[in-house]
Structures are given as C-alpha cells and as structure tokens.
C-alpha cells in the first residue's frame, strides 16, 4: 500500500548518519525481522542479488572489529550492525541458481529462461564487464544498503552507513577469506543518543534546482 508523500519526506528529512547511538535501547524483534526482508527484497540487475548480509550479534566480534573501523563508536554501540558482502566474481552456478529459482517461483521450465542465462553470461561472465565484476557487485550492493536505511527510516529506525573500515582486517575477522564474499560496506542501526550534538543540526543539501534537471 503506498504511503503519503508527506509521510516519505519527513521520515528522510528525520534521519540522519548517527554519531552516537543510545546502547540502552535495542530494535524491537519485530521491526527488525521486517528490516531483514527489506534487505531481501532489495531489487538488483538481472535479479542476481550479488551478496550476502552479515547481521554481527556477537558483542565480542563487533569489540574486535572497533579496532579495524576508525574506532567508532557505532559499531559496539548500535542495537545492530550490518556488514553487506558483495560477491568477488559471477560464476555460471550463479547464473543457475537464479534461473532455478525464477522457474520455480514462476512455474516454468528452465529451459524456458535459457535466452535470459545467455544475455547474463555474454554480459557479466564472459563479457568486457567481468573483468571489473567487483566494480558491479558493489554498485549492486550500495542499492542495497540504500533500501535498508530508507525502510529503516521509515520505521523510525537510526541508521549510520560506515565505510570507514579496513576491509582486509574485517575479511579475516569474519573468515570470509577464500570464501565467495568481501566486505563492501557496513551500517550500524538502533536509536539516536540525546547526547548527539549532530542530531539537531539542519540539513546541508543542494537546492532541488541544481540538482535535477528535466530535458
């Protein structure tokens, strides 16, 4: 159902990148069972879905991975933490499991989407752009990370998007090394701190007229 436009635009005037979250105060179990399916949902290129969401609970890993993020204070701080891992390359068994599932979502024979499994194999497998297929996933999964902090802004959730960490350190943490996945980028959830200086400060943005144009 779609919600008033006024509803959307004060929800994005609310948020903001927090500085300091409140630790007391944790993302209620429902609210963020419907955050994790708006990471689901999230749509991306050809429906690939090139990642995969690491929900870190384990207070001592997000105190191991402080030291390797700038030593913000979001990351031990926050109800949740996020780390979005895109995909080091595209394979065929990728191509596979997407025509799989979109066959038997829609109930078709696979053989029906073999035009499709071409056009993503010419593209993204055997195509100039796989030589910068990194590039490709991590464009895909900032769209995800984009869908998270709208949905969770529209539920009244704080977020911060965090790329100030060590990508390398955070790869051996979490022992993605040899594994399919990297860390792309991380955002750290909850709610806002009163003790935020920042929380009050107006908005910097470009007028609408230089940002957008109509040709």
């Known amino acids: 159902m779609p919600i008033a436009s006024t509803d959307l635009l004060d929800s994005l005037m609310w948020r903001y990148a927090i500085k300091l979250f409140d630790h007391e105060r944790k993302i209620p179990t429902t609210t963020w069972e419907a955050l994790e399916q708006a990471l689901v949902l999230t749509p991306s290129s050809y429906g690939l879905q090139p990642w995969t969401f690491l929900v870190i609970d384990d207070p001592a ?73 990194d590039l490709w996933s991590s464009n895909q999964t900032y769209i995800a990370l984009g869908n998270f902090m709208t949905a969770a802004a529209l539920l009244g959730v704080d977020t911060c998007p965090i790329e100030g960490f060590s990508p390398p350190d955070y790869d051996r943490l979490l022992a993605l090394d040899g594994t399919p996945y990297r860390s792309c980028v991380v955002c750290a959830a909850g709610y806002r701190s009163t003790n935020d200086k920042y929380s009050s400060l107006a908005k910097v943005r470009y007028p609408l007229e230089e940002l957008i144009e109509h040709r």
């Open 61 to 133: 890993l997000r105190t191991e991975l402080r030291p390797f993020s700038w030593n913000q204070a979001q990351i031990t701080e926050a109800s949740h933490l996020v780390v979005f891992l895109a995909r080091r390359r595209i394979e065929d068994r990728d191509l596979d499991r997407l025509i799989i599932a979109t066959a038997a979502a829609r109930g078709l024979d696979p053989e029906q989407l073999a035009g499709y499994r071409e056009l993503m194999h010419k593209d993204l497998v055997a195509g100039p752009r796989s030589a910068r297929i």
